[in-house]
């Protein structure tokens, strides 16, 4: 097999998205394409790869903006959680997996920013698709303190489950830099430093102070 892998700006609020495939097999699956379909659909037609799949990391509408026009274009499967209100015909649940040529793509249900939120995981080359979860040197948006909870949990579990050495890709290029890895954000990332999850909802609640306190963006 060969990788394919490329972080695309999507536009919108500086969204990212991926193509991902095998170039020998040919098959190629987008993830997020949302406000730039057309231009990751281009990607994987000047590399003769056959979209597969569209994948969301969630129902947000900045992330499934471009379904229906990448679909249009790929006739490709949409593939989510079943929560997910791009109604996808393929459904993404924890522990669950997706063939591309020679890859195997492994999801996590990581809810908290969103109710149906999942991660995509390329164990062969240690590549985590963090969408809206993981940013880096942030984590994902809540609204409520339950939501913060249960996101600390998925958080806990990322954690705990890929490997120090994978590269962290956002779905927003939020950060200092467009992509990590799992070591660095927890060497960097004070959302995955703090101590508990009472520490986690303060830091939450102080983030606009805290951010300006140690001149981060
Ligand atoms: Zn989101």
Same mark, same amino acid.
């Given at each position: 097999m060969q990788l394919v892998f490329e972080q695309i700006r999507a536009g919108g609020d500086r969204n990212f998205g991926y193509l991902l495939g095998d170039r020998d097999t040919r098959q190629a699956v987008l993830i997020d394409p949302s406000y730039s379909p057309e231009l990751f659909v281009t990607r994987a037609e000047e590399q003769s790869l056959a979209v597969t799949h569209i994948i969301n990391t969630h129902?947000?509408?900045?992330?499934?903006? *471009?379904?229906?026009?990448?679909?249009?274009?790929? *006739?490709?499967?949409?593939?989510a959680h079943p929560a997910c209100p791009s109604c996808p015909g393929?459904?993404?649940?924890?522990?669950?997996?997706?063939?591309?040529?020679?890859?195997?793509?492994?999801? @996590?249900?990581?809810?908290g920013h969103a109710a149906?939120?999942?991660?995509?995981?390329?164990?062969?080359?240690?590549?985590? @698709?963090? *969408?809206?979860?993981?940013?880096?040197?942030?984590?994902g948006g809540t609204r409520t303190d339950e939501d913060a909870r249960v996101e600390w949990n998925s958080l806990g579990r990322v954690l705990a489950t890929i490997p120090d050495a994978a590269t962290v890709w956002p779905g927003h290029d939020y950060g200092a830099r467009p992509s990590s890895?799992?070591?660095?954000?927890?060497?960097?990332?004070?959302?995955?430093?703090?101590?508990?999850?009472?520490?986690?909802?303060?830091?939450?609640r102080d983030w606009p102070?805290?951010?300006?306190?140690?001149?981060?963006k």
């Open positions: 129902g947000h509408e900045d992330h499934v903006n *471009g379904n229906a026009t990448a679909r249009a274009l790929t *006739g490709a499967a949409i593939a393929v459904s993404i649940v924890d522990g669950g997996e997706l063939t591309v040529g020679a890859l195997c793509l492994r999801f @996590m249900y990581v809810p149906d939120h999942v991660t995509v995981y390329e164990p062969r080359h240690q590549i985590l @698709m963090t *969408g809206d979860l993981i940013f880096v040197g942030k984590v890895t799992i070591a660095l954000e927890k060497e960097t990332n004070p959302f995955l430093r703090c101590a508990d999850v009472e520490a986690f909802l303060q830091l939450k102070d805290y951010k300006k306190r140690l001149g981060l």
